[in-house]
């Protein structure tokens, strides 16, 4: 117990000086939101994918803010109308305008319901008729799920991280492509570096590990990212990937915290990570910014471009993935 107590007090110490520490500084990502860029998306039709909760529910609400129309795509139609009913309020609590189509300053919130696990689900999304589309956020995820399988048979990680969101951006690309300039942001993880792809076990049907399975799905994140702005060279699409950081979500929902730990944990991460709103300032970046406009195939953190490893970076690798992956989901038979 006593050494408990020790780790328990350290680590309070720790996070009082390090919360003391941002308050002097501050957060070192940029901030879009505020000031003279209050209509800087207005006109302009968004899609974010898990927009309910965590960096999703942030990025729609600052992205909101600018004057875009915001289309929720979320698995839980209840859960992301109940969301939808608390970031209008908040907006209007916060001075701002109603929302609305109408609206000269916030803009317009849309809830649809989108199954990633679900190849039928996701193909019913993109058959409902849009004038444009100027932005697609592929920001809904899964992390370290016990082995389970999608609809359609895949395991649930690679499933809904990766397949579910390539056929989601291959089905919308004629979308894209007629609204240009338009763009394409992609939501990784940092631990991207330890996953591998296994062609010869996609889906993870010889072995299982969950966190090796969400690690080679953020690594698909990433190789998708870099064929696709192979591909649409030219077309004024861009599209680009990102890493949030460590951030305070329900992403790690699966993990299992004893119960005498948690009060540890928590003040762990109350201490040492992002906000959700922190978090989505890249996302906000990479959808948003005059700074990027043009710039396609990169890999951003706390929106600057960073490094990728070398296996990140393999085309050949990139190109055979995109294959299966259209075949996988039925793109090609």
Known sequence: MAVATVAALLAALGGALWLAARRF??????RLHRGGDSGLMHGKTVLITGANSGLGRATAAELLRLGARVIM?????TRAEEAAVQLRREICQAGGPELGPDSSGAGELVVKELDLASLRSVRSFCQEEEPRLDVLI??????QCPYMKTEDGFEMQFGVNHLGHFLLTNLLLGLLKSSAPSRIVVVTSKLYKYGDINFEDLNSEQNY???????????ANILFTRELARRLEGTNVTVNVLHPGMVRTNLG????IPLLVKPLFNLVTWAFFKTPLEGAQTSIYLASSP??????????????EEELLPKAMDESVAGKLWDVSEVMVGILK
């Not at 500084?25 to 940029?30: E, M, Q």
């Not at 590990?209 to 690594?219: D, I």
């Open 25 to 30: 500084v501050g957060p070192s990502v940029k």
């Open 73 to 77: 795509g979320c698995r839980d139609r």
């Open 138 to 143: 592929n920001n809904a995820g899964i992390f």
């Open 209 to 219: 590990n969950k966190r090796f399975c969400y690690s080679r799905s953020k690594l």
């Open 253 to 256: 929902r699966h993990i299992h």
């Open 291 to 304: 700074e990027v406009e043009g710039v396609s195939g990169k890999y951003f953190g706390d929106c600057k």
